[in-house]
Nanobody, 125 residues
Framework: QVQLVESGGGLVQTGGSLRLSCAASGRAFSTYTMAWFRQAPGKEREFVAAITWNGGTTSYTDSAKGRFTISRDNAKNTAALQMNSLKPEDTAVYYC??????????????????WGQGTQVTVSS
């Protein structure tokens, strides 16, 4: 079993930055691909970013490219999502997810079997 706990959400103005963190406990963190998804009110959950278990591959949704950066620290059992140049359309609950030794596909929510409880990100205009 893997437990994931997100933190770092909050209220920020347009153009601001936030850093989300996902703390993992349980089995060997370095063997799990980590991802971030988000869900806005009235919308389906969507993929944001992922980093493979070995850190060799990162993937981003088009709207996140150039603004968001996903990273992992295996020594601290954490994954992070640095979000810059935030826009109101980034407002959503952000979820951390993981899957053992996943290489691809990285952007399907159905592939991930461990999820955190979510953290709210609100970007004001």
């Amino acid at each position: 079993q893997v437990q994931l706990v997100e933190s770092g959400g909050g209220l920020v103005q347009t153009g601001g930055s936030l850093r989300l963190s996902c703390a993992a406990s349980g089995r060997a963190f370095s063997t799990y691909t980590m991802a971030w998804f988000r869900q806005a009110p009235g919308k389906e959950r969507e993929f944001v970013a992922a980093i493979t278990w070995n850190g060799g591959t990162t993937s981003y949704t088009d709207s996140a490219k150039g603004r968001f950066t996903i990273s992992r620290d295996n020594a601290k059992n954490t994954a992070a999502l640095q979000m810059n140049s935030l826009k109101p359309e980034d407002t959503a609950v952000y979820y951390c997810a993981s899957r053992y030794l996943l290489n691809s596909p990285l952007d399907s929510g159905r592939i991930y079997n461990y999820w955190g409880q979510g953290t709210q990100v609100t970007v004001s205009s």
